[in-house]
């Protein structure tokens, strides 16, 4: 007994799913190397597997040299990936897994220390935990807004404290000065008339 199985695919909508699969993927790497704030995904080792452009800005590493030689890892000081993944997994900052506002400095490529706002969470498949997303907001220029902020509020403060003082300084000048214009014009008074 011979049979004979015929199979049609329809091969130009193969080619057109495949087309817009491959724009998809270009579309999602477009929007992620231009994101304003750092990216940065990690597999669960530490190997990092998405380093942006900002990223690059922000650390001083190259892509290529992020993607084959840093550990997620070393861009934090004084072992803070720890306290990091112990806040992803927390509920305390967004929900397990999920880490909302997070201050926390990290390390450029020269030691310098960077202040940043991080948002990340992990990534799952199914309930298997297999990397991490992170997106980092310089916080450098706002901390200098809010230091001037802050020493413009200083002295604002000096100049109300300094205009308080005069305030006083002239009503107690003027209280002085009207019983010492009557003492002034008696005196006055009295020399015109005796010797």
Known sequence: LEAIASLDFDLPARWMLEDQAQKTNAFLRNLI????DGVIAADKKGKILIFNDTAAELFGYSVEEAMERLNIRDIYPDHKE???????????????GKLR???????????ERIPINLNASIVYEG????????????????????AE????????LQSE??????KLA??????????????????????????
């Open 33 to 36: 190397m231009s994101s304003v």
């Open 82 to 96: 720890y306290e990091v993944m112990k806040a992803l997994r927390s509920e305390d900052y967004g929900g397990r």
């Open 101 to 111: 506002s997070y201050e926390v400095e990290v390390l450029h490529k020269s030691g």
């Open 127 to 146: 309930d298997k935990e297999v990397a991490t997303i992170g997106f980092f907001r310089d916080q450098r220029g706002i901390n200098r807004m809010k």
């Open 149 to 156: 902020l802050e020493k413009t509020q200083l002295q604002l």
């Open 161 to 166: 404290k300094m205009a308080s003082l005069g």
């Open 170 to 195: 002239a009503g107690v000048a003027h209280q002085l000065n009207n019983p010492l214009a009557g003492i002034t014009l008696f005196t006055k008074l009295v020399l015109e008339e005796y010797d």
